[in-house]
């Protein structure tokens, strides 16, 4: 959790760094969205995605925009290397 979901906000991020998983190169990444917690005056539009991505980590971002009111959303995150 990044904040309390009574605070809604438009745009969240947060960096992850990887841990006890060693990448021999900057791994390719699989992101989902797993719960979505939005207000019903408006459309749904939320993006989930990842940027920075490198052997070490990477910072992932859920995002909504126009008018939705995004109070809370929960994203899955694969990284691998094939």
């Known amino acids: 959790e990044v904040r309390p ?3 809604p ?3 969240q991020s947060k960096a992850l ?3 006890n998983v060693e990448f021999w190169k900057n791994p ?3 992101v ?3 719960s979505i917690d939005i207000d019903n005056k408006a459309n749904l539009r939320v993006r989930a995605y990842v940027d920075g ?3 070490q ?3 992932w971002h859920i995002d909504s925009w126009s008018d939705t009111v995004l109070y809370s959303a929960g994203a899955s ?4 290397n094939p």
């Open 5 to 7: 979901s009574n605070q």
């Open 28 to 30: 390719d990444v699989f």
């Open 53 to 55: 991505v490198s052997q």
């Open 57 to 59: 980590g990477l910072t």
């Open 32 to 34: 989902a969205l797993n």
């Open 9 to 11: 906000q438009a745009t």
């Open 77 to 80: 995150i694969i990284a691998f």
């Open 17 to 19: 760094m990887f841990t």
